[in-house]
T-cell receptor, first 112, second 111 residues
Framework: DAGITQSPRHKVTETGTPVTLRCHQT?????MYWYRQDPGHGLRLIHY???????DKGEVSDGYSVSRSKTEDFLLTLESATSSQTSVYFC???????????FGPGTRLLVL | GEDVEQSLFLSVREGDSSVINCTYT??????LYWYKQEPGAGLQLLTY?????DMKQDQRLTVLLNKKDKHLSLRIADTQTGDSAIYFC???????????FGKGTSLLVTP
């Protein structure tokens, strides 16, 4: 398995609070991604990074920000959590050669 | 983004073959993927195929690609109860190497 960890694995928070999710990789891959998975929607891209300090928006980026200050870490921040952001969040990594992405175990977030 | 469509549910008997179908609309897709997700787990890459291929076989898995019809299928031979999971079809988008996923097909294998 690719060396990807996500923390926390589970989180319950209240509406209006900021939340930061962390993705950590040991593969030294250039590309990192954040997806959310919701019933009836499959996986949708939130943000991605193509290098340190290089990030771009995905399909559902509103209400989320990201940062990548080191190759191994990609942080996803919900600036002010809303109930619509209750979801399972997956991080993925890629070396960009075969466009193959490997996924982390996911973080289950519940916003009350 | 471009659409990737899959049927939502498939039920097969143990030992039979399973065929999961997927259609996509982006004619510039370079790679097409199948991922497996077991309950409570992340996505596991099963296999992928380049757009210039029409078939790929990997043990019990056979992927068929009809680029003209934009149709991808995954055949699992001798399906086992451990194959019960959600299977996602995905294609590579034009930019940023992001993947565009279908909604997933839930495969139930009954004894």
């Amino acid at each position: 398995d690719a060396g990807i960890t996500q923390s926390p694995r589970h989180k319950v928070t209240e509406t209006g609070t900021p939340v930061t999710l962390r993705c950590h990789q040991t593969e030294n891959h250039r590309y990192m991604y954040w997806y959310r998975q919701d019933p009836g929607h499959g996986l949708r891209l939130i943000h991605y990074s193509y290098g340190v300090k290089d990030t771009d928006k995905g399909e559902v980026s509103d209400g989320y920000s990201v940062s990548r200050s080191k190759t191994e870490d990609f942080l996803l921040t919900l600036e002010s959590a809303t109930s619509s952001q209750t979801s399972v969040y997956f991080c993925a990594i890629s070396d960009g050669r075969k466009e193959t992405q490997y996924f982390g175990p996911g973080t289950r977030l519940l916003v009350l | 983004g471009e659409d990737v469509e899959q049927s939502l549910f498939l039920s097969v008997r143990e030992g039979d073959s399973s065929v999961i179908n997927c259609t996509y609309t982006d004619s510039s897709s370079t790679y097409l993927y199948w991922y497996k997700q077991e309950p409570g787990a992340g996505l596991q890459l099963l296999t992928y195929i380049f757009s210039n291929m029409d078939m790929k076989q990997d043990q019990r898995l056979t992927v068929l690609l009809n680029k003209k019809d934009k149709h991808l299928s995954l055949r699992i031979a001798d399906t086992q109860t451990g194959d019960s999971a959600i299977y996602f079809c995905a294609e590579s988008a034009n930019s940023g190497y992001a993947l565009n996923f279908g909604k997933g097909t839930s495969l139930l294998v009954t004894p």
